[in-house]
């Protein structure tokens, strides 16, 4: 493909999308996506705000639940330790009995008593459900009760499900003096349900208690610890998710659903502390923010889309407009306008494209008025005279006048057929026009084989009789070189020129959408008749001519010749010879022929 097909082709070739499509998504994505990309943002910064709230609710409730826990369990210790601050004696049994019995009493979560002396030997023990009895006897020196709480004053033993059902723990302390002994309870530890039912997350989020192995020691919902370890198969899942994160864990809660849980440790027992609350619950404030957003997104999607729409249309639109009067003045319609009132740089463009188009208009007028000139003008006068509307006037002015015509035509065109004689008066025209065009001169048109032209009008020159002159000589040795081609291929045809000079009245004649440029007046007439009189090859001349040129060409006189229309005799001038072409070889009898045949 050529460079000016491919121009050509990527002209025509239709965009691939257009130019609303464009703003419209430029527009649309600079409004849509900032809005989207804050509310994100702020979506974000509010998950982590809330998460982080949460966490310090949970946090709170679950210290407060381990530190309630802790009170629980300091109580029962401190009451134990008051029962084993007095040394055994010989028949003390009766009063650490009464003490013992105290205690039930003042602390209603043990449930027994066993009180040992400082052999490990069991002196005493009180029950709320057995009997109570005293100095049976029993050695627990080994039991890990009294090994434990020897070694560390207190012992807390593992949760056990009586009957697997209700949870309870033993707890041992040691007296401050070793022939105090050592105290054991058994602690009924669904009393801490009071505890853990107390605390409130929210309005459904609620606190456990599981142990070390995850067995569900305390609940909300009691029915859950009374039924022993059976119940504890899904807190050992919970307690290992919570403790592995150091805050708040979205895990999968004991029915099933997403929950926030954290867990805090109750030291003295080792037990963990979850409190858990659910996540609708307790992201319900930034599930409503995001609701929130996505209203006002979705709004502002709507804006935005209207927007869009309107400044893409309100871009393309005169764009649009732009192009097709672009296509029009390509298309000649040089009255387009463009009406658009943006008031901003649009609008300064469609005044500019009118200007170009009114500017277009007068180009293409004076186009076709050069055109037009050019007809009966060379190309260089043509233009200037556009330039001038006077110079087409009518005005009376001197001129010279140069008649041409062909010798021999009428038989020529007699014995040939049309085609060759097109042939012929095409060569012809184009080697006057082309000498016209050399000398400037007008060309007033063409008669069949007859041509006139003008000199010093409508242009004036400075010698306008020597450029006649000199015309006249080019335009006849042109048309002989084409003659001598003619005479080879058997055509008799000549050429004669006649010159003369005068005033004349020159100007346009003719009716709107025909005009010719023309001279009229007797030295017309004259270059006319000298025309007629001058033979093949010969240039003839009147005496102004004559008297003009008479120091740059020289004139050779003929004598005194009638002249058609005058009255008197006239002197004519021809060109020396020595001014004029060679005649052709082997053509002297054919234009001899043909000077028979016209004459």
Known sequence: ???????????????????????????????????ILGAAVEASFGYRDQRRQISAVLQADARAASDRIEAFTDGIRDQLGWVVQLP??????????????????????????SLLDETGTERVFVSRLLLNRTGRGIDMSTDP??????????????????????????????????AAGVAIAEVNLKLIWDVIAAIRIGETGYAIVVDDSGHLIAHPDISRVLRGRASSGSFGPIKHLVGATSGAAVITGERGNPVV???????????????????????????????????????????????????????SGPIKQLEEGVERIRTGQFEHRIKIFSGDELQQLALR????????????????????????LPSQVAELVEHSDELLEGQRREVAVIFG???????????????????????????????????????IGFDGDGVMLLVNAPIACEQPATQAVRLAIDLQMTVQSLAGKWCDAGHAIGFGVGVAMG?????????????????????VNLASRLCNLAKDAQILADPTIAGRV???????SLGQRTIKGYDQALEVFAVAPADLPLKPPGSAQRRREKELQDH
């Open 405 to 443: 015509d062909l010798r021999g035509f009428t038989a020529f065109s007699t014995r040939n057929e049309p085609d060759v004689i097109m042939a012929v008066m095409r060569e012809y025209y184009e080697a006057v026009g082309a000498v016209t065009t050399r000398h400037e001169a007008t060309l």
């Open 1 to 35: 493909m050529t460079d000016g097909a491919a121009q050509s082709s990527s002209c025509t070739m239709p965009p691939r999308r257009s130019l609303f499509c464009k703003y419209f998504a430029t527009l649309f994505v600079a409004a849509v996506v900032p809005l």
């Open 353 to 376: 494209f009118n200007e170009m188009a009114s500017e277009l208009a007068i180009s293409q007028q004076k186009s076709a008025r050069i055109e037009r000139l050019k007809q009966f």
């Open 261 to 315: 849980a954290l867990s805090v440790q109750a030291a003295d027992v080792g037990w963990t502390v979850i409190a858990m609350q659910p996540t609708s619950e307790a992201f319900a404030s930034i599930r409503a923010a995001l609701w929130r957003s996505s209203i006002l997104i979705a709004f502002g999607v709507l804006i935005a889309l209207a927007l869009a729409y309107w400044r893409a249309h309100r871009m």
């Open 145 to 178: 009760a009294v090994l434990g709480a020897r070694a560390n004053e207190v012992w807390y033993g593992p949760v056990q499900y009586r009957r697997d059902s209700e949870p309870y723990m033993r707890i041992a302390v040691a007296g401050s003096l070793p």
């Open 88 to 113: 055994w004696s010989a028949g003390g049994d009766a009063q650490h009995k009464i003490d013992a019995l105290r205690l039930l009493q003042q602390v209603p979560a043990i449930v027994s008593v």
């Open 550 to 556: 008479r120091d740059s060409v020289p004139l050779a």
């Open 503 to 523: 005033p004349a009245t020159v100007g346009t004649v003719g009716y709107n959408g025909r005009l010719d440029y023309t001279a009229m007046g007797a030295v």
